[in-house]
């Protein structure tokens, strides 16, 4: 079993709607939980960060966590042709700060 | 407030020849990582060092790859020999406190 997991996609939306990104993780003790956006040739840009359980909200971008279920995802409001990219969930394992990454998703908006 | 860098940004060499990647983290980050990233997959960390100490280096290929970071600022990794199968970008990243991490721009290596 994959310590990270992320659909793979590609994940096709219409501008303007709402882009749902999902990661599922293996570790329970893991305490600390990570969007990046990663365009094309580019290197991994941090999002947002969420450490509760619940829901965490930035702008246009909202983080939520079950860690019941070791479920975490990231809803991108008014997706725009520039949100683009491939999205990286990363998880901390259960000791120090090692972070393990999904494969990503990688989104496609429409114009 | 710069941020972390990273050279050279494109490499091409033969296999079985040797390669070394330069990072500088961002100023005051005491922890600096090293990760490999192949077309397709997300990042995998090779080494973790907080400060000049290793703390993390379970996934580095010891008898190829080897890195350090001397005075605890800049680090080095280096692979001697390079095979086919290290084609991939190099990333550095620093953090402040915790897990949160910062990346350099990359290395994109091509092993021919």
């Known amino acids: 079993q994959k310590e990270v997991e992320q659909n793979s996609g590609p994940l096709s939306v219409p501008e303007g709607a709402i882009a749902s990104l999902n990661c599922t993780y293996s570790?329970?003790?893991?305490?600390?939980f990570f969007w990046y956006r990663q365009y094309s040739g580019k290197s991994p840009e941090l999002i947002m960060f969420i450490y509760s359980n619940g829901d965490k909200e930035d702008g246009r971008f909202t983080a939520q966590l079950n860690k019941a279920s070791q479920y975490v995802s990231l809803l991108i409001r008014d997706s725009q042709p520039s949100d683009s990219a491939t999205y990286l969930c990363a998880v901390t394992m259960e000791y120090g700060n090692k972070l393990v990454f999904g494969a990503g998703t990688i989104l496609r908006v429409k114009s | 407030e710069a941020g972390v860098a990273q050279s050279p940004r494109y490499k091409i060499i033969e296999k079985r020849q040797s390669v070394a990647f330069w990072c500088n983290p961002i100023?005051?980050?005491?922890?600096l990582y090293w990760y490999q990233q192949i077309l397709g997959q997300g990042p995998k960390l090779l080494i973790q060092?907080?400060?000049?100490?290793?703390?993390?280096d379970s996934q580095l290929p010891k008898d190829r790859f080897s890195a350090e970071r001397l005075k605890g600022v800049d680090s080095t990794l280096k692979i001697q020999p390079a095979k086919l199968e290290d084609s991939a970008v190099y990333l550095c990243a620093s953090s402040l406190y915790g897990a949160t991490q910062y990346f350099g721009p990359g290395t994109r290596l091509t092993v021919l």
């Open positions: 060092f907080q400060n000049n100490g290793v703390v993390d």
């Open positions: 570790d329970r003790g893991s305490q600390s």
């Open positions: 100023s005051g980050h005491a922890t």
